[in-house]
């Protein structure tokens, strides 16, 4: 990857087409790389490259809108498979008219027979240089939220190519640019297959050859054992979970120990690292958790069946209370202190803390309260003092849940209220009854 061209600046009217101005690349560069130059284009240095390809900003002259130039390198354009290839690939994204799926203007062949196509120059970063931002850590709550968010996006992408009959084959988040104002694109479409159609040249096509395809860290199984006619619609599921485990520990999921052969190795075999072990260190909720093993199941048939089945989950776990107040909490601070009046509930977004009581001088530890766990609602639901103290074990972000916000949430004043009141004071009485008796934790 070269350095990423500059920012768009303001717009501006010629009022004439085409308009001047000299290439960025210079006759002989052009001449020995064979890179194209069609006459409507003003072509500059490229950014990027890829195993096959390579991509140059580019101006085009009668519409004054910067755009991407992707070509096929000048070796392989003599080569009838990656030409077609490389062709397929055009004809595929252009056909993929979506939001979050970087639009293509045209596709051509130069007079040298370099296939080129050209594309919206996308200002941005990719989703991995997102994720390694100091900020964004694993664990923390920006990380998380943004991520999500960004997440659903792609997974908008891939359902849709899905229903046109594409799988993309090689999700990860280098193939995921996060624009400047908060435009989400899945990108490189180099690797997609057909799934309800087929190219005219068939089984010779590129997307149909047999041996791995993708990126090892990302392939589901049946990626790295290399039969295209065993990749459906839940491989690119797989990749998808793959990127979701990333985001929620910053790990991959067939362990980052060897080269790319090694862990295409245990990827053929299905030696995945299960989430809980990899997120051991980190804060995630036994709910994400959840949805990531079932996403990133070996089997084909153990996965979400559909995109949308795993976008549903994800949706809930991110709606499922990330829009309440927020508090953060540095390390040994006291969230809760034990004999307090209690008058809000709180869910751990990422840290860990430690509910404990004071006996008999000293501190008999309940409980260590990861993401996801909920504390302070009995005292909330009762009117009654806080009956232990919670303090933070590391940086703690914890959701707050008041009075009203619960009174609404749960309808407690109705009869499923008056149930839940019922049950946490069935809790109480019982949990006096263990105190009273001398029994300790420990």
């Not at 006759?27 to 790389?33: C, G, H, L, T, W």
């Not at 280098?174 to 479409?189: K, R």
Request: with cysteine.
């Amino acid at each position: 990857m070269g350095d990423r061209p500059d920012s768009e600046g303001p717009v501006v009217v010629s009022e004439a087409i085409p308009t001047g101005g000299e290439h960025g690349v210079g006759a002989d560069e052009v001449e020995q790389e064979r890179i194209p130059t069609p006459p409507h284009l003003r072509v500059m240095r490229e950014f990027a490259r890829g195993g096959m390809g390579h991509v140059h900003p580019a101006i085009d002259r009668n519409l004054l809108r910067r755009v991407a130039l992707k070509r096929l390198d000048k070796q392989f354009a003599a080569n009838t498979f990656y030409r077609d290839g490389f062709i397929a690939e055009a004809q595929m994204t252009g056909q993929l008219e979506h939001p979050n799926i970087v639009p293509v203007h045209e596709l051509a062949v130069d007079d040298s027979g370099v296939p080129y196509f050209t594309m919206k120059l996308v200002q941005g970063v990719d989703l991995s240089r997102w994720l390694a931002r100091p900020d964004r850590r694993p664990g923390t709550s920006e990380r998380l939220e943004e991520g999500l968010e960004i997440f659903l996006k792609v997974c908008d992408a891939v359902a849709y190519a899905h229903h046109r009959g594409v799988i993309h084959r090689d999700l990860k988040p280098e193939n995921v640019m996060v624009a400047d104002f908060g435009q989400v694109y899945l990108m490189d479409w180099g690797l997609a297959r057909l799934s309800k159609t087929e190219p005219s040249s068939g089984k010779r096509a590129q997307m149909n050859a047999k041996g791995p395809v993708g990126t090892p860290d990302f392939m589901a199984p049946e990626q790295a054992a290399g039969d295209p006619h065993a990749m459906d619609e839940r491989t690119d599921i797989f990749g998808l979970g793959a990127m979701l485990y990333e985001l929620a520990c910053g790990r991959t999921p067939w362990g980052s120990a060897g080269d790319g052969n090694a862990i295409l190795k245990r990827a053929a075999v299905g030696k995945l690292v299960p989430i809980d072990e990899a997120c051991a260190d980190v804060g995630v909720s036994l709910r994400l958790r959840k949805i990531i093993t079932k996403a990133v199941a070996v089997s084909p048939d153990a996965r979400y069946q559909t995109v949308e089945g795993l976008k549903r989950d994800v949706r809930g776990f991110l709606m499922g209370g990330l829009h309440l107040p927020r508090r953060v909490f540095k390390p040994s601070a006291l969230l809760v202190r034990e004999g307090d009046a209690g008058s809000e509930a709180y869910m751990i977004v990422s840290g860990r803390c430690r509910a404990f009581r004071n006996v008999d001088g000293g501190q008999e530890t309940l409980a260590t309260m990861h993401p996801g766990d909920v504390f302070g609602e009995m005292a909330l639901l009762l009117d009654e003092p806080r009956a232990a103290s919670v303090e933070a074990l590391d940086k703690v972000v914890v959701l707050v849940l008041d009075k009203e916000l619960m009174r609404e949430g749960l309808g407690l004043g109705g009869w499923t209220g008056a149930l839940v009141v019922a049950l946490a004071q069935r809790f109480h009485d019982l949990e006096h009854q263990v105190r009273n008796s001398g029994i300790r934790r420990g």
